[in-house]
């Protein structure tokens, strides 16, 4: 079990310090020497923990003589520690999002490796964007990003959907694509596309476990083209939902025969 010394050497006290302020806590005020006998610590070293102490803010020091020493309530310290460490995180958030755009970030294509990554890295997007989410998702993977997609909409995003399956997302504008089990053959299993505010991009199969792969970046070359492939999915989408019968009578069933046509697989064999 940890104990209030070592907790508080995690804030930053060193041992002695720890245990001189603890010996303050537990009794008040005192003199140099009597911290020094409750605490353990070395007489010829006391004072100079104890003016570290004092330096920290985390000693009080009574100009008496003998001088008496008093303690931080343990309150007052962890509160201190928490807003200073506030400020630290905020001073290095700016300090890092501002070095972070000195760089020319947008040109990386990363390769994210393993569903569990793809997902996370998902969810990290959804959770960015400020504007809209488009993304094409099966429904054996909706259930996974459902919360965040929702937190989302609740935001006031746009969340459009190109689904194969059902996702149960009543939150979202969800557009249905037919034939779900060719779609899934011809890309080799099922494949996650999402993209927030048209500008960052995650792309890849999510069906192969710890093999699967995955592309993320904001590059351009890359963002813009796949936001378009979801955009021109749903534009055939409600082309179909209007005028299925007479597209389907020329190309068949969920447009098979165009898929068949420019199927590269098929062409290879």
Avoid: C
């Avoid at 911290?35 to 070395?42: C, D, F, L, T």
């Avoid at 793809?118 to 993304?135: C, M, P, S």
């Amino acid at each position: 079990m940890t104990t209030p010394a070592q907790h508080l050497q995690a804030l930053g006290l060193t041992e002695w310090e720890s245990r001189a302020y603890l010996a303050l806590v537990e009794e008040a005020p005192l003199s140099g020497y009597a911290v020094a006998k409750r605490s353990g610590i070395p007489r010829g070293k006391i004072y100079e923990v104890l003016a570290s102490l004092v330096n920290k803010n985390t000693v009080h020091v009574a100009r008496s003589d003998p001088q008496l020493y008093g303690p931080l309530p343990p309150k007052e310290l962890i509160e201190r520690y928490r807003r200073q460490m506030t400020e630290r995180l905020a001073a290095a958030e700016n300090a890092m999002e501002s070095y972070a755009s000195q760089l020319d970030g947008d040109a990386v294509i990363w390769d994210i490796q393993g569903r569990r990554e793809i997902i996370e890295r998902v969810r990290d997007l959804v959770r960015r964007a400020r504007r809209r989410i488009l993304l094409e998702i099966w429904a054996a993977d909706a259930s996974e990003l459902r919360k965040d997609l929702q937190q989302a909409a609740s935001r006031g995003l746009q969340v459009i959907a190109v689904a194969y399956g059902d996702p149960d997302y009543p939150f979202a504008e969800v557009h249905q694509h037919p034939s779900t089990d060719e779609v899934t053959t011809g890309l080799g299993g099922r494949w996650l596309v999402v993209s927030a505010d048209d500008r960052e991009i995650v792309a890849g199969n999510v069906s192969s476990g710890s093999q699967s792969r995955a592309a993320w970046t904001r590059h351009p070359g890359l963002a813009v083209p796949v936001t378009e492939l979801i955009v021109h999915d749903l534009y055939k989408l409600e082309i179909l939902a209007t005028h299925g019968e007479l597209l389907e009578s020329t190309f068949g069933p969920g447009l098979i025969r165009l898929r068949e046509r420019f199927n590269s697989s098929k062409q290879d064999a």
